[in-house]
T-cell receptor, first 113, second 116 residues
Framework: NAGVTQTPKFQVLKTGQSMTLQCAQD?????MSWYRQDPGMGLRLIHY???????DQGEVPNGYNVSRSTTEDFPLRLLSAAPSQTSVYFC????????????FGPGTRLTVT | GENVEQHPSTLSVQEGDSAVIKCTYS??????FPWYKQELGKGPQLIID???NVGEKKDQRIAVTLNKTAKHFSLHITETQPEDSAVYFC???????????????WGAGTKLIIKP
C-alpha cells in the first residue's frame, strides 16, 4: 500500500493564481481531511470529508474549496492564492470520523509571492 | 470550542535522559488524547493515545498520563535516543464551535532535541 500520497511536494504561486493540491489514499478510508501547518500554530483543519460526496468546513476554510467524488481522492483547490496561504499542507485519512488514528501524507510546501 | 495548549515549545535533553511534554485542554467533554511525532520532511505519525477512562498508558519507552480533573495530559519518553529527535504534537477531541462536529484540536507542537 502507498498509504496517503500528495502532489506536488513543492509549489510556488503568484498572488491571484489558482491551483489544486492532489491527495489520494489506497486504504479505503471514509474520512479524509486537509490541514495547514504554520510555525508555532500546530495543525489547523481546513476542510474534511466523511465519505464520497460529503464535505464540510473546518477551522480555516476561507480561500479553499474541496470535493470528494471518490473514496480515494480528496483534492484541495486554492481559488485565488494570497501570501497568507503560504504554508505546508497535509492531507490525512482515517477509518473513523477523523478522531482516531489519522494517516498523513508527506505534505506540500506552498509559497505564494 | 476546545483549546489545547502545549509546553514547552522546544525541549533539549541529554541522550539517555527522560523528556516530558505537557498539554492542557479546556473542554471537559474531551475524551480522546493522541500524541503524534513528526520527523523532518514528513507528515505526523501517531505514537500513542489515551482515552478518558484510563489514567496512564505505556508502550515501551513512551507513556502518556491523563489528569481529567486538572484537564492536562503529558507525554513521557524515557532513555531518550537520537531517533527521538522530532516535533511532537498533542491533540484532544473537541468541537471547533457549537454547531460543528467533533474533531481533533491540536497543540502547537514541541521540538525535542536529543543531545549526544
Amino acid at each position: 500500500n502507498a498509504g496517503v500520497t500528495q502532489t506536488p511536494k513543492f509549489q510556488v504561486l503568484k498572488t491571484g493564481q489558482s491551483m489544486t493540491l492532489q491527495c489520494a489514499q489506497d486504504m479505503n478510508h471514509e474520512y479524509m481531511s486537509w490541514y495547514r501547518q504554520d510555525p508555532g500554530m500546530g495543525l489547523r483543519l481546513i476542510h474534511y470529508s466523511v465519505g464520497a460526496g460529503i464535505t464540510d468546513q473546518g477551522e480555516v476554510p476561507n480561500g479553499y474549496n474541496v470535493s470528494r467524488s471518490t473514496t480515494e481522492d480528496f483534492p484541495l483547490r486554492l481559488l485565488s492564492a494570497a501570501p497568507s496561504q503560504t504554508s505546508v499542507y497535509f492531507c490525512a485519512s482515517s477509518y473513523s470520523q477523523g478522531l482516531y488514528e489519522q494517516y498523513f501524507g508527506p505534505g506540500t510546501r506552498l509559497t505564494v509571492t | 470550542g476546545e483549546n489545547v495548549e502545549q509546553h514547552p515549545s522546544t525541549l533539549s535533553v541529554q541522550e539517555g535522559d527522560s523528556a516530558v511534554i505537557k498539554c492542557t485542554y479546556s473542554d471537559s467533554a474531551s475524551n480522546y488524547f493522541p500524541w503524534y511525532k513528526q520527523e523532518l520532511g514528513k507528515g505526523p505519525q501517531l505514537i500513542i493515545d489515551i482515552r478518558s477512562n484510563v489514567g496512564e498508558k505505556k508502550d515501551q519507552r513512551i507513556a502518556v498520563t491523563l489528569n481529567k480533573t486538572a484537564k492536562h495530559f503529558s507525554l513521557h519518553i524515557t532513555e531518550t535516543q537520537p531517533e527521538d529527535s522530532a516535533v511532537y504534537f498533542c491533540a484532544a477531541s473537541g468541537v471547533l464551535s457549537m454547531d460543528s462536529n467533533y474533531q481533533l484540536i491540536w497543540g502547537a507542537g514541541t521540538k525535542l532535541i536529543i543531545k549526544p
